[in-house]
């Protein structure tokens, strides 16, 4: 990790108050359409948002899930998406302190989400943070996020070298299946963007009788 999880936090919570009007980037909100949409969740599936923000992907789920849990490192990201639910009159989305190896979730969730955020982490980081989700047991798993399709033009990245740090599609692919996850989706929205979606495979004999 180019940076502590502190610094991470603190550089967010200096631009909580502006940061939903920073993000229009045709790419971010490509890659957050598609969050939602492979998130897909039901009236009774719990949605655990890591990485959550001021809830650019929590609040659209909150619509048509029983709840959101939304958690993120930032104070300031946690204080604006929390006036933001009061102010939308939102009563199913509950935002709070968490990190991906830790997400302090204390509940079942049926599907875990994150946009945006686990490219801060290094790779074995990333590793990591998929082995706790897939121990979450989630049925899916929808990651979108800045990672490189290619060899990426270094005169043009699409993140900042000086504190991300994206992995290869190939890297996540691989976190994903070695955590028990059948990634079902690769979706580029740009050759340093996409969603990655995997599924949950049930454990060998599981359902037998």
Do not use: W
Not at 152 to 181: E, K, N, Q, S
């Amino acid at each position: 990790m180019k940076r502590s999880i502190d610094e991470h936090a603190a550089r967010f919570s200096d631009h909580a108050d502006d940061y939903d009007d920073e993000q229009d980037a045709t790419e971010y909100l490509a890659c957050a359409d598609l969050v939602v949409s492979h998130a897909a969740p039901g009236p009774d599936d719990t949605v655990l948002d890591l990485g959550t923000g001021t809830g650019a992907i929590a609040f659209p789920l909150a619509d048509e899930a029983e709840a959101v849990v939304g958690r993120d490192v930032s104070e300031g990201m946690l204080e604006r998406a929390s006036t933001k639910a009061s102010e939308r009159g939102v009563d199913n989305v509950m935002f709070g302190n968490g990190q991906f190896r830790e997400p302090s979730v204390d509940q079942s969730v049926d599907i875990v989400t994150s946009n945006f955020a686990m490219h801060h982490l290094d790779d074995e980081a990333k590793r990591d943070a998929i082995d706790v989700i897939a121990d979450l047991a989630p049925r899916r798993f929808v990651l979108g996020d800045v990672m490189l399709f290619g060899d990426p033009d270094p005169t043009v990245p699409f993140y900042d070298p000086d504190v991300d740090d994206p992995a290869t599609v190939g890297v996540l692919a691989d976190g994903f299946t070695d955590a028990g996850f059948a990634l079902v989706a690769v979706e580029m929205v740009h050759e340093q963007v996409g969603v990655l979606v995997g599924e949950r495979v049930p454990n060998a004999g599981e359902g037998s009788i």
